[in-house]
């Protein structure tokens, strides 16, 4: 079966850390662009942050630029984004995604070739 596996979400204080991660199941991620997204209740999907095939180039979301660090490890078909400095805003189900082809410097959504099931994350004192 081909999917993506989402972990390491879970309840954190603000000012907290949290290291998600996506993991490949049938399938090699070296070829795929891989996308991080976050749906808040009541709001639309946002893409936070992607990373290319070879991990060279890297796209931030203004709204965690500075705080979250997306990296690969293709020799263990995995993909991290790492959370620093969690604000409430923050929370939210994260997903991962992985992309083959795409239209424009980054692939959008409905692009995607995969999808995780997410995780939670949340952000609370």
């Known amino acids: 079966q081909l999917q993506l596996v989402e972990s390491g979400g879970g309840l954190v204080q603000p000012g907290g850390s949290l290291r998600l991660s996506c993991a490949a199941s049938?399938?090699?991620?070296?070829?795929?662009?891989i996308g991080w997204f976050r749906q808040a209740p009541g709001k639309e999907r946002e893409r936070l942050s992607y990373?290319?095939?070879?991990?060279?180039?890297?796209y931030y979301a203004d709204s965690v630029k500075g705080r979250f660090t997306i990296s690969r490890d293709n020799t263990k078909n995995t993909v991290h984004l790492q959370m620093n400095s969690l604000k409430i805003d923050d929370t939210g189900v994260y997903y991962c995604?992985?992309?083959?082809?795409?239209?424009?410097?980054?692939?959008?959504?409905?692009?995607?070739?995969?999808w995780g099931q997410g995780t939670q994350v949340t952000v609370s004192s």
């Open positions: 995604a992985a992309f083959s082809a795409w239209i424009g410097e980054w692939p959008a959504p409905d692009e995607a070739d995969y």
């Open positions: 990373i290319s095939s070879g991990g060279s180039s890297t």
């Open positions: 049938g399938f090699t991620l070296d070829g795929y662009v």
